[in-house]
Nanobody
Framework: QVQLVESGGGLVQAGGSLRLSCAAS????????MGWFRQAPGKEREFVAA????????YYADSVKGRFTISRDNAKNTVYLRMNSLKPEETAAYYC????????????????WGQGTQVTVSS
């Protein structure tokens, strides 16, 4: 079955950096667009970033443009999210997602989701 396993979350001070990873198995990774979403307690899940199957196109929420970078390594079936200049309000569980058919990468209608990794940004 399809598995998406996130890692790399943790506690970081405001202004700090983290790199999240999402390892995929059970699917043809190179044929799937990948996305990162986050959800803070009491809030809806929100789009953070996405990358096309080839890595040739990337998309970001306005709030993270210039600070976050999404990338992928199709040889390792892994997608990454580099997060710089983190803010306390970005404390959330971060989820990766995969879709082989989605056209709107910012939509939450991905086919598969990971369990999430917690990112806590202290002030």
């Amino acid at each position: 079955q399809v598995q998406l396993v996130e890692s790399g979350g943790g506690l970081v001070q405001a202004g700090g950096s983290l790199r999240l990873s999402c390892a995929a198995s059970g699917l043809t990774f190179s044929r799937n667009a990948m996305g990162w979403f986050r959800q803070a307690p009491g809030k809806e899940r929100e789009f953070v970033a996405a990358i096309s199957w080839s890595g040739g196109m990337t998309y970001y929420a306005d709030s993270v443009k210039g600070r976050f970078t999404i990338s992928r390594d199709n040889a390792k079936n892994t997608v990454y999210l580099r997060m710089n200049s983190l803010k306390p309000e970005e404390t959330a569980a971060y989820y990766c997602a995969a879709s082989g058919t989605l056209l709107n990468f910012a939509s939450p209608d991905y086919d598969y989701w990971g369990q999430g990794t917690q990112v806590t940004v202290s002030s």
